[in-house]
């Protein structure tokens, strides 16, 4: 068995390699023993799936192995989006959550990640004790199993289905009404876990919604399932040649990330979406608190602030960070630049669902594509582009990055350097206001760079300085 390691959204692997029966029994024995040493067990775990390969049957192993232990067990009885998995836990009040999903990976990837009972994704604390007991007992028979009908027959396994209350608890947090006056929306849930959970709701409320990629397929269309440009050219293109659309939303595979395409079928940057609802929410729904943002997320969220007199709270990679700002009831809003938000009062979690129904409502309720709110955002502001690239490190690169990071140059491209920050990486901010960031990855020999600035030639002049810098050229 190789090592058992939890990344930033749990343990993920390749099916049938890593990811197989006997791996997932061991690291559900490990969450067991993790929620039992906390003295939550007799609250019960909810076990949820994505519509990936085998979830169905990877669930109900886990399922076998919680009862087996004795945890009262809720299974969901379909593929259920990440998000409402959370909202489920807290208003089930359960010890927590095993979700399997590998959320935007290719399909041929699956994972567990396990949120605990305040909702949000685990903190290292967390999934540090549960690697140690996982590899602690790897290659043993340290779980007992029990049958599905026996768990029953107990009352240690109970089915649920917990969209219904999570849509009647959205309701209370969109305007439906305004979205209704909006003209059609196109909805692409890349045939994952949010199937039923955009287009039926906006149906209910009298909006006409065009849909596509909404059936349950495992290969994902041939693509990873994520709502990024690359991967969703035939949902852009489905916007450009339809003029009645006004706005299309998206989805990832377990329906935490959003994608959001303009009425002309224009990509809009997650970064640029996060810092547009801070000011909605702020200036039309008069939210107040602070604004939680990754290292790796546009200033444009900053500027948006000072604007507002809003506090910023800058978090490694990784939205359990973010979500614990939730938890503790600190922030309006918190996001990540790779699509993730959510807000006050909502799950401590990210929510694409959530987060396409608000730019939705927002379009709507300001009667401009979400262009032109940029637009209008940068007139108050100032223009923030940002942008990330991956850079391959050989071995020679890879075995002397460490001392190169840890250095801090004078300047670059002609911008000296203004602080450090080691949140997350390395941040390098200048003296113009634009920066770098560069975080090295802990699975692949790759270091992505990070850069922001005012204008697009500043932004490549800024990227190319970066390369300069890992390859040892500036």
Same mark, same amino acid.
């Given at each position: 068995?190789?090592?058992?390691?939890?990344? /930033?959204?749990?343990?993920?692997?390749?099916?049938?390699?890593?990811?197989?029966?006997? %791996?997932?029994?061991?690291?559900?024995?490990?969450?067991?023993?993790?929620?039992?040493?906390?003295?939550?067990?007799?609250?019960?775990?909810?076990?949820?799936?994505?519509?990936?390969?085998?979830?169905?049957?990877?669930?109900?192993?886990?399922?076998? *192995?919680?009862?087996?232990?004795?945890? /009262?067990?809720?299974?969901?009885?379909?593929?259920?989006? /990440?998000?409402?998995?959370?909202?489920?836990?807290?208003?089930?009040?359960?010890?927590?959550?095993? %979700?399997?999903?590998?959320?935007?990976?290719?399909?041929?990837?699956?994972?567990?990640?396990?949120?605990?009972?305040?909702?949000?994704?685990?903190?290292?604390?967390?999934?540090?004790?549960?690697?140690?007991?996982?590899?602690?007992?790897?290659?043993?028979?340290?779980?007992?199993?029990?049958?599905?009908?026996?768990?029953?027959?107990?009352?240690?396994?109970?089915?649920?289905?917990?969209?219904?209350?999570?849509?009647?608890?959205?309701?209370?947090?969109?305007?439906?009404?305004?979205?209704?006056?909006?003209?059609?929306?196109?909805?692409?849930?890349?045939?994952?876990?949010?199937?039923?959970?955009?287009?039926?709701?906006?149906?209910?409320?009298?909006?006409?919604?065009?849909?596509?990629?909404?059936?349950?397929?495992?290969?994902?269309?041939?693509?990873?399932?994520?709502?990024?440009?690359?991967?969703?050219?035939?949902?852009?293109?489905?916007?450009?040649?339809?003029?009645?659309?006004?706005?299309?939303?998206?989805?990832?595979?377990?329906?935490? =990330?959003?994608?959001?395409?303009?009425?002309?079928?224009?990509?809009?940057?997650?970064?640029?979406?996060?810092?547009?609802?801070?000011?909605?929410?702020?200036?039309?729904?008069?939210?107040?608190?602070?604004?939680?943002?990754? *290292?790796?997320?546009?200033?444009?969220?900053?500027?948006?602030?000072?604007?507002?007199?809003?506090?910023?709270?800058?978090?490694?990679?990784?939205?359990?960070?973010?979500?614990?700002?939730? @938890?503790?009831?600190?922030?309006?809003?918190?996001?990540?630049?790779?699509?993730?938000?959510?807000?006050?009062?909502?799950?401590?979690?990210?929510?694409?669902?959530?987060?396409?129904?608000?730019?939705?409502?927002?379009?709507?309720?300001?009667?401009?594509?979400?262009?032109?709110?940029?637009?209008?955002?940068?007139?108050?502001?100032?223009?923030?582009?940002?942008?990330?690239?991956?850079?391959?490190?050989?071995?020679?690169?890879?075995?002397?990055?460490?001392?190169?990071?840890?250095?801090?140059?004078?300047?670059?491209?002609?911008?000296?350097?203004?602080?450090?920050?080691?949140?997350?990486?390395?941040?390098?901010?200048?003296?113009?206001?634009?920066?770098?960031?560069?975080?090295?990855?802990?699975?692949?020999?790759?270091? =992505?760079?990070?850069?922001?600035?005012?204008?697009?030639?500043?932004?490549?002049?800024?990227? @190319?300085?970066?390369?300069?810098?890992?390859?040892?050229?500036?």
């Amino acid at each position: 068995m190789q090592r058992i390691t939890f990344g /930033t959204s749990g343990w993920r692997g390749i099916m049938c390699e890593d990811f197989i029966f006997e %791996n997932v029994k061991v690291v559900t024995q490990a969450i067991a023993d993790n929620v039992k040493a906390s003295g939550e067990a007799r609250k019960g775990i909810i076990v949820g799936y994505d519509s990936r390969f085998m979830g169905e049957s990877f669930a109900r192993e886990a399922a076998r *192995v919680l009862t087996g232990a004795g945890i /009262t067990t809720y299974l969901c009885i379909r593929d259920t989006p /990440t998000p409402v998995i959370a909202f489920e836990i807290l208003r089930r009040g359960t010890a927590g959550a095993i %979700n399997f999903t590998a959320s935007h990976n290719p399909p041929e990837y699956n994972g567990i990640k396990f949120s605990p009972s305040w909702g949000g994704p685990a903190l290292p604390q967390t999934t540090t004790d549960i690697e140690n007991r996982a590899n602690e007992m790897a290659g043993e028979i340290c779980y007992a199993e029990c049958s599905i009908d026996d768990a029953i027959k107990k009352g240690l396994l109970l089915e649920i289905d917990p969209m219904q209350a999570y849509l009647e608890d959205l309701s209370t947090k969109v305007d439906f009404a305004a979205i209704a006056k909006l003209g059609t929306i196109a909805v692409n849930p890349l045939y994952g876990t949010a199937r039923g959970y955009l287009a039926e709701p906006l149906k209910a409320h009298g909006v006409k919604v065009v849909q596509m990629n909404a059936n349950r397929d495992p290969y994902f269309g041939g693509f990873p399932p994520e709502p990024s440009e690359k991967y969703i050219q035939d949902f852009i293109r489905l916007v450009q040649q339809d003029p009645s659309i006004t706005l299309g939303i998206a989805t990832d595979g377990d329906a935490d =990330r959003f994608g959001i395409v303009d009425g002309d079928g224009s990509f809009i940057e997650p970064n640029y979406i996060i810092a547009l609802l801070l000011d909605y929410l702020v200036r039309v729904k008069g939210m107040t608190g602070g604004v939680g943002r990754s *290292v790796a997320t546009s200033h444009l969220v900053d500027a948006v602030a000072r604007m507002h007199g809003v506090e910023v709270f800058e978090t490694p990679v990784g939205f359990k960070f973010i979500g614990e700002l939730i @938890s503790q009831d600190k922030i309006i809003i918190g996001g990540e630049e790779s699509a993730g938000l959510t807000i006050k009062g909502h799950v401590p979690e990210k929510d694409g669902i959530l987060a396409c129904l608000l730019v939705a409502e927002m379009v709507a309720r300001e009667g401009k594509p979400v262009k032109a709110l940029l637009e209008q955002l940068y007139e108050k502001v100032g223009r923030y582009l940002t942008k990330r690239v991956n850079i391959t490190l050989s071995p020679e690169l890879e075995e002397v990055f460490p001392e190169r990071i840890a250095a801090t140059p004078a300047g670059f491209a002609g911008v000296a350097v203004k602080q450090k920050v080691t949140v997350d990486g390395n941040k390098f901010i200048l003296e113009d206001g634009s920066w770098l960031l560069f975080r090295k990855s802990g699975t692949e020999p790759v270091v =992505r760079l990070y850069a922001e600035a005012s204008s697009e030639a500043r932004l490549q002049a800024l990227l @190319s300085a970066g390369r300069d810098f890992i390859e040892g050229k500036a």
